[in-house]
């Protein structure tokens, strides 16, 4: 969407903040050619979740293909990737990294296996807790504040990684308060920001996008993000959400 | 006037249509439209569904509705019971408790560990309320005093003597009911029915609040989800609305055929009141089922919003008693705080630029001889059966209009649009109210006074408003009232950092918020009807004085 923006010439562009090479090499590669956003962080849009009454670590699922099997029938679930926000990253990576028909059928096996779609991440979350679910694709924060409210719930970070949403920062174009804005992105961008943001924030997983930051402690140290280009994710996504509304809804 | 209620509701409604035929025109690019777009309803399965899923529930509950409002009306009309009254009173109620609160009621009453599983150990409600014939009757259950009134005001006068006569010739109760009662009640059970289907198929609040639980898209739900992801498609929710209005027009259509093969004006002065009586027998029955039936209506949703809102949660019982959710509702920074400001703000704006409106509007109808009065009666009707979500769109459609900003009419994003669009759905009852009560000044106090030179504006003020005091205050309580309450209009129309009571409440409800979304919601509720009755309170003894002098 923001690239998209950025693309149609709506975004302060060739504006470098201070902290641009103290990001993150990941971070970096999100950083468009025409140096219209910069990110200041990024999350899992899911990650798996399970109820530790139903499985335990070794009977979890513990990749996205897992999902589609068979002794998973009917307790799976997700957010509406038309609704949620951090959904659609979750299903344009599938779209992107696997190609369109692949990740269509993966995720028509998941629908053909009772895959339950729900509106927002929260309510797959109460889902997960009601006992509707017994596993799900859940957005990170959402997963790790079940854990932290002693909920029955582990969370697996799957090998091949995780669907990232990443945030980020833009100025517009047009704007009367170019010098107010950008000192507010380097603010968002400065180091102690973002520390101060996992420490006391509401929001508190997720990876910083400046370097010399610590995520929380019990965020997995093996959390691997992966991300779809932004360009392409922007380009397909009134498709790609169409194709999976209309498929959900059968 | 003509132009100021084609502005404000034929303008957006044709502006729907037209985006249809040429979808870039209020985007400064004149293309003919793609047709295919609105035969893509039969195509793309979440529209068929939409669509289906509108009908399903538009009929199913206009059946259910209209038999269960004139069973109710009925029995009412005919009897008396210890707790009749309390009937009457949950009826109006229920009319105008907006949707989505009564949805979210039975969301909090009937969801997987909701307070009937948590509490009573009703599991198998869930199952039995989140399928399409469940949401019917809950829809059924929100709608059916639609159907009542309709039905209960046709009952009262009754001509007797064509029953009697039928009996006299030996035609069984039956016979006379369905040859001769029933038949004469055709019209009202018409006009019932058909205010239940309007008001069903362009309803938002239930599929918005069901949704967090159950997946029911309908139309108005499809046209809000369009306008609502990205990339936003106006095209879409344009094609869909389109849809919407089909089967309004349809329905209406219907009901003019069926009414049309008839007259109807059988009341002479020979038509005696019907006589409301005690029944014979089984008192105690009527007082049960009543009581029953008020518990299940009205019990259930308003009851679970009053537990969760002062609960942790559905499964925490007595011992999780708490005003958490009150005391973060009026902490520092609350949502729910700006937002209740916001929507009184609007409302009241509303209420007053409708009341002008209104009260010139119906001037227009009673006194003037003006050729187009009928045209302008007809065009505030419209707005009464269009949905808020068409109205919604169509005003985005017209103020978004990049020239608008050159003359600083773009109206869209500022708070403004809502107070427009609270006029519009506040017009037709308004326009109705303050005409019943000029029906009753006669034009010849007008013409008195200005044969003694009063100007328009000196009789208006000095004559006409006074005698209409109560009217138009009860007009402007009720465009206040209803224009706080709207979730459709608001949720598509409200402007960044803008948000109103009941988008404030819709969104904590979808964050699965509950105790919150029903503290907010009860603490709004109280608040607006508190408002309302000091309104009464100050406006109405100045009324009786005012009369005792005049007389």
Same mark, same amino acid.
């Given at each position: 969407?923001?690239?998209?923006?950025?693309?149609?010439?709506?975004?302060?562009?060739?504006?470098?903040?201070?902290?641009?090479?103290?990001?993150?090499?990941?971070?970096?590669?999100?950083?468009?050619?025409?140096?219209?956003?910069?990110?200041?962080?990024?999350?899992?849009?899911?990650?798996?979740?399970?109820?530790?009454?139903?499985?335990?670590?070794?009977?979890?699922?513990?990749?996205?293909?897992?999902?589609?099997?068979?002794?998973?029938?009917?307790?799976?679930?997700?957010?509406?990737?038309?609704?949620?926000?951090?959904?659609?990253?979750?299903?344009?990576?599938?779209?992107?990294?696997?190609?369109?028909?692949?990740?269509?059928?993966?995720?028509?096996?998941?629908?053909?296996?009772?895959?339950?779609?729900?509106?927002?991440?929260?309510?797959?979350?109460?889902?997960?807790?009601?006992?509707?679910?017994?596993?799900?694709?859940?957005?990170?924060?959402?997963?790790?504040?079940?854990?932290?409210?002693?909920?029955?719930?582990?969370?697996?970070?799957?090998?091949?990684?995780?669907?990232?949403?990443?945030?980020?920062?833009?100025?517009?174009?047009?704007?009367?308060?170019?010098?107010?804005?950008?000192?507010?992105?380097?603010?968002?961008?400065?180091?102690?920001?973002?520390?101060?943001?996992?420490?006391?924030?509401?929001?508190?997983?997720?990876?910083?996008?400046?370097?010399?930051?610590?995520?929380?402690?019990?965020?997995?140290?093996?959390?691997?993000?992966?991300?779809?280009?932004?360009?392409?994710?922007?380009?397909?996504?009134?498709?790609?959400?169409?194709?999976?509304?209309?498929?959900?809804?059968? | 006037?003509?132009?100021?209620?084609?502005?404000?509701?034929?303008?957006?409604?044709?502006?729907?249509?037209?985006?249809?035929?040429?979808?870039?025109?209020?985007?400064?690019?004149?293309?003919?439209?793609?047709?295919?777009?609105?035969?893509?309803?039969?195509?793309?399965?979440?529209?068929?569904?939409?669509?289906?899923?509108?009908?399903?529930?538009?009929?199913?509950?206009?059946?259910?509705?209209?038999?269960?409002?004139?069973?109710?009306?009925?029995?009412?009309?005919?009897?008396?019971?210890?707790?009749?009254?309390?009937?009457?009173?949950?009826?109006?109620?229920?009319?105008?408790?907006?949707?989505?609160?009564?949805?979210?009621?039975?969301?909090?009453?009937?969801?997987?560990?909701?307070?009937?599983?948590?509490?009573?150990?009703?599991?198998?409600?869930?199952?039995?309320?989140?399928?399409?014939?469940?949401?019917?009757?809950?829809?059924?259950?929100?709608?059916?005093?639609?159907?009542?009134?309709?039905?209960?005001?046709?009952?009262?006068?009754?001509?007797?003597?064509?029953?009697?006569?039928?009996?006299?010739?030996?035609?069984?109760? +039956?016979?006379?009911?369905?040859?001769?009662?029933?038949?004469?009640?055709?019209?009202?059970?018409? %006009?019932?029915?058909?205010?239940?289907?309007?008001?069903?198929?362009?309803?938002?609040?239930?599929?918005?609040?069901?949704?967090? $639980?159950?997946?029911?898209?309908?139309?108005?739900?499809?046209?809000?989800?369009?306008?609502?992801?990205?990339?936003?498609?106006?095209?879409?929710?344009?094609?869909?609305?389109?849809?919407?209005?089909?089967?309004?027009?349809?329905?209406?259509?219907?009901?003019?055929?069926?009414?049309?093969?008839?007259?109807?004006?059988?009341? %002479?002065?020979?038509?005696?009141?019907?006589?409301?009586?005690?029944?014979?027998?089984?008192?105690?029955?009527?007082?049960?089922?009543?009581?029953?039936?008020?518990?299940?209506?009205?019990?259930?949703?308003?009851?679970?919003?009053?537990?969760?809102?002062?609960?942790?949660?559905?499964?925490?019982?007595?011992?999780?008693?708490?005003?958490?959710?009150?005391?973060?509702?009026?902490?520092?920074?609350?949502?729910?705080?700006?937002?209740?400001?916001?929507?009184?703000?609007?409302?009241?704006?509303?209420?007053?630029?409708?009341? $002008?409106?209104?009260?010139?509007?119906?001037?227009?109808?009673?006194?003037?001889?003006?050729?187009?009065?009928?045209?302008?009666?007809?065009?505030?009707?419209?707005?009464?059966?269009?949905?808020?979500?068409?109205?919604?769109?169509?005003?985005?459609?017209?103020?978004?209009?990049?020239?608008?900003?050159?003359?600083?009419?773009?109206?869209?994003?500022?708070? +403004?649009?809502?107070?427009?669009?609270?006029?519009?759905?506040?017009?037709?009852?308004?326009?109705?109210?303050?005409?019943?009560?000029?029906?009753?000044?006669?034009?010849?106090?007008?013409?008195?006074?200005?044969?003694?030179?009063?100007?328009?504006?000196?009789?208006?003020?000095?004559?006409?408003?006074?005698?209409?005091?109560?009217?138009?205050?009860?007009?402007?309580?009720?465009?206040?009232?209803?224009?706080?309450?709207?979730?459709?209009?608001?949720?598509?129309?409200?402007?960044?950092?803008?948000?109103?009571?009941?988008?404030?409440?819709?969104?904590?409800?979808?964050?699965?918020?509950?105790?919150?979304?029903?503290?907010?919601?009860?603490?709004?509720?109280?608040?607006?009807?508190?408002?309302?009755?000091?309104?009464?309170?100050?406006?109405?003894?100045?009324?009786?004085?005012?009369?005792?002098?005049?007389?």
């Amino acid at each position: 969407m923001i690239d998209q923006l950025g693309k149609n010439g709506q975004l302060l562009e060739n504006w470098a903040p201070g902290n641009k090479d103290g990001l993150t090499d990941f971070a970096k590669q999100q950083i468009p050619a025409n140096g219209t956003y910069y990110p200041t962080g990024a999350h899992a849009a899911s990650v798996i979740v399970y109820n530790t009454k139903a499985y335990d670590a070794s009977t979890a699922p513990k990749t996205w293909a897992d999902l589609a099997a068979a002794k998973f029938k009917d307790v799976v679930g997700m957010a509406d990737p038309a609704v949620a926000a951090p959904a659609y990253p979750f299903v344009a990576w599938f779209f992107q990294s696997q190609g369109t028909e692949a990740a269509q059928s993966y995720f028509t096996s998941l629908m053909k296996n009772g895959l339950h779609v729900y509106p927002k991440n929260p309510n797959v979350a109460k889902a997960l807790t009601g006992g509707e679910i017994k596993a799900a694709a859940l957005q990170e924060s959402n997963a790790y504040t079940l854990k932290a409210q002693g909920e029955p719930v582990d969370i697996i970070w799957p090998e091949e990684g995780a669907p990232a949403s990443v945030r980020v920062a833009a100025i517009q174009k047009e704007t009367d308060h170019k010098d107010a804005a950008k000192a507010f992105v380097e603010f968002l961008l400065d180091p102690k920001t973002q520390q101060a943001l996992i420490d006391q924030g509401e929001e508190s997983y997720f990876e910083p996008s400046a370097t010399g930051v610590t995520p929380k402690q019990d965020r997995a140290a093996n959390a691997k993000l992966v991300v779809a280009e932004a360009a392409w994710a922007g380009e397909h996504e009134g498709e790609i959400k169409q194709w999976f509304a209309d498929q959900a809804v059968k | 006037m003509l132009a100021i209620l084609f502005l404000l509701i034929l303008l957006p409604l044709a502006a729907v249509i037209i985006q249809v035929l040429l979808p870039g025109v209020f985007f400064g690019s004149l293309k003919i439209g793609d047709l295919s777009l609105l035969l893509d309803v039969f195509r793309r399965p979440l529209w068929y569904a939409s669509l289906q899923n509108s009908v399903y529930l538009g009929i199913g509950t206009t059946l259910l509705a209209t038999i269960l409002g004139g069973a109710l009306a009925t029995v009412r009309a005919r009897y008396t019971f210890a707790t009749a009254r309390l009937l009457d009173v949950s009826i109006w109620l229920l009319l105008v408790t907006p949707s989505f609160i009564l949805a979210q009621g039975w969301v909090m009453f009937a969801s997987a560990d909701g307070l009937a599983a948590s509490w009573f150990g009703w599991s198998g409600l869930t199952d039995l309320i989140f399928r399409p014939s469940g949401l019917v009757l809950v829809m059924t259950l929100s709608k059916f005093p639609l159907a009542y009134l309709a039905i209960f005001g046709a009952m009262e006068w009754r001509a007797s003597r064509l029953s009697e006569a039928a009996r006299m010739s030996g035609a069984s109760p +039956w016979t006379v009911w369905r040859t001769i009662e029933a038949p004469l009640l055709l019209p009202a059970i018409c %006009s019932g029915a058909m205010l239940v289907f309007m008001d069903t198929v362009g309803d938002f609040g239930l599929p918005a609040s069901i949704a967090t $639980v159950f997946r029911f898209p309908t139309l108005p739900y499809s046209i809000y989800s369009a306008l609502y992801t990205s990339p936003i498609r106006f095209d879409m929710a344009g094609a869909l609305s389109f849809y919407l209005v089909v089967l309004i027009t349809l329905a209406m259509t219907v009901q003019l055929l069926v009414m049309r093969k008839a007259r109807f004006d059988v009341l %002479s002065s020979r038509a005696t009141k019907r006589e409301v009586r005690k029944p014979r027998r089984g008192a105690w029955l009527f007082t049960l089922s009543n009581l029953v039936f008020l518990a299940v209506t009205l019990g259930i949703p308003l009851g679970s919003n009053v537990l969760m809102s002062v609960t942790d949660g559905a499964g925490s019982g007595v011992s999780g008693l708490t005003l958490t959710h009150y005391r973060t509702l009026f902490s520092e920074g609350s949502t729910l705080l700006s937002g209740l400001v916001h929507s009184l703000e609007l409302a009241s704006v509303a209420a007053v630029l409708s009341l $002008v409106i209104g009260f010139l509007v119906a001037y227009v109808l009673t006194y003037s001889q003006f050729k187009l009065r009928r045209t302008l009666d007809v065009i505030s009707l419209v707005s009464l059966a269009v949905p808020g979500i068409v109205l919604g769109i169509g005003y985005i459609f017209i103020w978004n209009q990049s020239w608008l900003e050159s003359i600083g009419l773009l109206l869209y994003g500022t708070p +403004w649009i809502l107070v427009l669009a609270g006029v519009a759905g506040a017009i037709p009852v308004v326009t109705r109210m303050i005409s019943g009560a000029m029906a009753q000044v006669p034009g010849q106090l007008l013409n008195a006074a200005q044969m003694q030179g009063a100007s328009f504006h000196q009789r208006l003020l000095t004559i006409l408003a006074p005698l209409t005091k109560g009217a138009l205050l009860t007009a402007a309580l009720t465009a206040f009232g209803s224009s706080i309450f709207d979730l459709a209009i608001s949720s598509i129309l409200y402007p960044p950092n803008y948000m109103t009571l009941p988008v404030v409440i819709n969104k904590a409800f979808e964050d699965l918020k509950f105790g919150y979304a029903a503290a907010a919601t009860l603490a709004g509720a109280g608040l607006v009807i508190l408002i309302i009755v000091v309104l009464e309170l100050i406006v109405r003894p100045a009324r009786k004085q005012a009369r005792g002098v005049s007389e």
